[in-house]
């Protein structure tokens, strides 16, 4: 049942209520669509993963992918998702008529993404993928590329990846080895290898379509001299089949969790013909790919929110049925046991998860809108909204990845014993759940670019425009006096922020550079906790003025719970921000001056 891991009361409220997504009709690129065609999506989307994905969920942890002699074999649930998402529009659909989309808003699709996910992040991921690779040759790719990869991967027949990850490289792509050779065929020759690649080999597509960097013979040493390439598992030839194309996947990794899709190593060239198509121009190719990363790394932050959020609900529905205990001024040890939801701290467990859950999804939902008013909004605005949603991507990362363990953890905790045990999905939850602070950049590289490069951009117009958006939603919030008091605590939390921000940055101005830097991550969850308060904020008045609208709101319950959440969030979260201030305020550069050799015994 939908509501065993999501609420689409609470999909609908940000929607229709919060994001006014109606209104993005009225603009020429979505004019073709309504409210009515919005539902019938949600809907869709939603029969989809209550009926196929969820049932599959843990039987694709217990029968993960395996690997024979360069094959991988993964669930029969994969191919019939792919052909099923091909089928119905899915994968293209946020692509333009002329390349087979249907040019639906990114924030509809960012919701049934978060519904697939919820239902079995594994499963969701085939998918999503082929989207990204797909849309990055749909923009920078040549029209024969276009015209022999995109339809496929549109209909659900090919899967798409993204290969970046070396094994001496890392995260670091300045040390990226694979090498591209020229010829006078129209295509390079490529040697390389490649590891941790999503989907980079499976059973259940007919060919895998990977989107791959590599350096061009002669090109400029570190990211000015990367190139994007089309290097497909099997290669189409001039006769219309497929031939293969010198890519083996040498292996699988055995993980802690998210076990149903393979992340693959992949060899290229052991037999000098590896043919790899050159996407846009040459050196240019880290540029195109942040397209896709800069949308994945929102995109791992709507995971890490899918996930905590299906452990929400499955800890909500065990606290209701679950009889355990009395109250605690109860004297009589006669008297029956009552549901754990109703002891103070089950509920306080249950409202730490929601707020979490709830305020990540708010925060997703309106990256998602930046991004389609990047792409199709008034001209005159667009440039203010790619700012702001430079600045908050990677919030929109990081925050739902790190505080959904936490969050999911939680929700086990509230089952006690039960929690720990594979009887009940929260311990899968939990396990899967832990990959998206690594997944496309750690949460050390997110902090590293919100303070080193998101803050400063532009003059700190980036910060600005944050600070101009989230002070506007305050005074609104003052209006209403159930949350004025809200509003004076984000208020006061902001001037701090800005007191914070201007001292890091005046170390950097200082030549200290490395102090500046130190405790990025620490600034960021700093940041973080300030940007869901906003959410929230958000979200409570758009409830205060639904309950005074109409005082027998058959939703009043909705509604209060929102006010109430908001409340929880306020003076448990935001009081945190106190901390780290304080610890930022000092920066004495601590981590960055100690001497590596003081971890010796």
């Known amino acids: 049942m939908a509501e065993d891991f999501v609420s689409m009361r609470n999909i609908e409220f940000l929607l229709y209520e919060v994001l006014d997504a109606e209104s993005l009709c009225e603009l020429p690129y979505f004019s073709e669509h309504d409210r009515e065609i919005f539902d019938m999506v949600l809907e869709t989307g939603l029969r989809l993963g209550a009926d196929e994905l969820f049932p599959v969920l843990a039987q694709m942890d217990k029968e993960a992918p395996t690997f024979n002699a360069g094959t991988v074999t993964v669930a029969p649930v994969v191919r019939e998702l792919l052909q099923a998402c091909g089928e119905g529009g899915w994968i293209g659909a946020h692509a333009s008529f002329e390349l087979g989309g249907q040019q639906l808003p990114d924030t509809l699709l960012t919701m049934v993404r978060f519904i697939l996910g919820a239902a079995n992040y594994s499963a969701s991921v085939y998918p999503v993928l082929t989207t990204g690779a ?12 276009i015209d022999t990869y995109v339809p496929p991967m549109f209909e659900g027949q090919w899967q798409g990846t993204m290969a970046m990850t070396e094994p001496q490289a890392g995260s670091s792509l300045t040390d990226l080895e694979t090498r591209a050779a020229r010829t006078d065929q ?12 999503s989907c980079g080999e499976h059973d259940g597509a007919d060919n895998i379509v990977n989107l791959m960097l590599a350096r061009i013979e002669g090109a400029p040493a570190g990211v000015k001299g990367i190139s994007l390439f089309v290097v497909p598992k099997l290669r189409p030839t001039a006769g219309g089949g497929l031939e293969p194309n010198d890519v083996l996947c040498t292996g699988i990794y055995h993980k802690l969790g998210y076990r149903g899709a393979p992340i693959t190593q992949l060899e290229m060239g052991e037999q000098g013909d590896c043919r790899a198509w050159l996407v846009g121009e040459e050196n240019h190719g880290l540029r195109y790919m942040f397209q896709m990363m800069n949308e994945a790394r929102v995109g791992v932050g709507l995971g890490g929110t ?5 452990a929400y609900y499955a800890s909500l529905k065990y606290a209701r049925e679950r009889h355990q205990g009395r109250p605690v001024a109860g004297k009589d040890p006669a008297a029956p046991q009552v549901p754990i939801i109703e002891h103070a701290d089950v509920k306080r467990m249950l409202l730490f998860q929601r707020a979490i859950v709830e305020g990540s999804l708010s925060l997703i939902a309106y990256c998602a809108k930046l991004i389609d008013l990047t792409h199709a909004g008034p001209e005159e605005g667009r440039a203010e909204h790619a700012l702001l ?16 363990i936490l969050s999911v953890s939680t929700g086990l905790q509230c089952l006690g014993g039960y929690g720990y045990c594979d009887e009940f999905p929260l311990e899968q939850y939990y396990r899967d759940a832990r990959i998206h602070p690594i997944h496309e950049g750690t949460t050390g590289i997110q902090g590293m670019d919100l303070l080193g490069r998101k803050v400063t951009m532009q003059k700190g117009a980036a910060l600005a425009l944050f600070l101009t958006r989230v002070k506007e939603t305050i005074a609104e919030a003052e209006t209403h006096e159930a949350i004025a008091s809200e509003a004076k605590r984000l208020s006061d939390a902001l001037a701090q922020l800005e007191q914070v921000t201007g001292r890091l940055v005046s170390l950097a101005g200082e030549g200290k550079v490395e102090v500046f830097l130190a405790d990025a991550t620490l600034y960021l969850e700093y940041v973080g906790i300030i940007t869901i308060a906003w959410q929230w904020l958000s979200q409570t008045i758009v409830s205060e003025a639904a309950l005074a609208q109409d005082a027998d709101n058959p939703d009043a319950n909705f509604y209060l719970g929102k006010r109430t959440t908001c409340h929880y969030f306020f003076r448990y979260e935001l009081p945190k921000c106190a901390g780290l201030a304080t ?3 000092e920066a004495d550069g601590l981590t960055a001056t100690m001497d590596p050799a003081l971890f010796e015994d």
């Open 134 to 145: 797909a849309q990055l040759i749909g923009s920078f790719g040549s029209q024969e590329l």
């Open 186 to 197: 129209g295509y390079f020759l490529l040697t390389g290898q490649k590891i941790f690649i």
């Open 306 to 310: 899918a996930i905590a959020t299906a």
């Open 389 to 404: 949603l430079d600045f908050l991507t990677p919030i929109a990362k990081t925050y739902p990845s790190e505080m959904g």
């Open 583 to 585: 610890r930022l305020l």
